[in-house]
């Protein structure tokens, strides 16, 4: 990894500048993980709209060994969840686990580095990413706290007072995907936390598609083409989304769908078979993958 006095930082850029001023937060942070204002201050320079910098890269380590160190679940929640993030918007090469092969690196603002420091960069923030995914237990802690715990998963059912999401939890499982590698389903999580309103395009005719719950029916998805928000009710044209069986559904949301109920994020979970189903398009009639208009 990247030394913080390496003279390499005011080469890196971040959304802002340089690298040096992260370097001298980083500095103390390690010191002073528990200052939120502090790492809020750090992460703006990091993560911006979604955006990633090569001092973003060269930060990981670091991060990731506050994560570790941290005492304060609070804390370890915040960087286990910005990190995922923050390797959710990384500009992956042909090889997502190349990261010296990563967009940042090729940016026009971004000068070119020695290939030494390259390859060190990237070390560490293999290793980096390595270590905040072994803490997925400890992180989801917090979500954990709050919800009652039942041996048999499928006694945890939707009540209507469940149904608001738990958008905590749903930015864990974020950050549990990214860290897993499954970028599409990260990006989904991070971009609606809170479990409904998604949209997306048609993959077939590319109209804009409004994916919401049905009222009152909690894992009930319908599309939209025209804004809910804008558009009158009588004069929306819309399909039920078909979702798919759970013993159908591709095999990262099998997973998702089974960690998010454990972990509480009850809305997320009852919607996964319907965000893997199939609807007829209610622009041009085509049935098309739910799933692709969202992360296509
Ligand atoms: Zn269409």
Redesign the pocket.
């Known amino acids: 990894m990247l030394e913080l006095n390496d003279p390499v930082w005011s080469r890196l850029t971040t959304a802002y500048g340089d690298g040096e001023e992260a370097a001298r937060l980083l500095c103390r942070l390690v010191q002073a993980a528990e200052d939120a204002e502090l790492r809020q201050e750090l992460f703006e320079l990091l993560l911006h709209q979604g955006t990633i910098y090569t001092t973003t890269l060269a930060a990981m380590p670091y991060l990731a060994e506050m994560a570790e160190r941290t005492e304060d679940t609070e804390t370890l929640a915040d960087l286990y969840i910005v990190c995922g993030w923050m390797e959710s918007g990384r500009e992956q090469g042909a090889d997502r686990l190349n990261i010296a092969s990563s967009g940042e690196f090729r940016r026009e603002r971004q000068p070119k580095l020695p290939d030494e420091a390259i390859a060190s960069i990237a070390e560490g923030y293999r290793t980096g990413l390595e270590r905040l995914s072994r803490l997925h237990e400890r992180a989801a802690g917090l979500a954990l706290k709050g919800i009652e715990q039942s041996s048999d998963e499928a006694s945890i059912v939707i009540r209507e007072s469940d149904e608001n999401e738990n958008p905590e939890a749903v930015y864990l499982l974020a950050a549990w995907a990214a860290y897993a590698g499954e970028i599409e389903a990260a990006r989904l999580l991070f971009r609606f936390p809170e479990g409904d309103e998604y949209s997306g395009a048609?993959p077939?005719?590319q109209?804009d598609w409004y994916v919401w719950p049905k009222e009152d029916e909690a894992g009930i998805l319908v599309v939209y083409t025209d804004d809910p928000v804008t558009v009158q009710k009588e004069n929306r044209a819309s399909a039920t989304v078909q979702a798919t069986a759970a013993t159908a559904l591709r095999t990262e949301l099998q997973t998702l769908a089974r960690e998010a109920r454990r972990i509480g994020a009850r809305r997320l979970a009852a919607a996964i078979p319907s965000l893997d189903g199939q609807a007829i398009?209610p622009?041009?009639g085509?049935e098309?993958s739910v799933w692709e208009a969202l992360v296509g």
Do not use: D, L, N
Request: with cysteine.
């Open positions: 048609c077939s005719c109209a398009c622009e041009c085509a098309v």
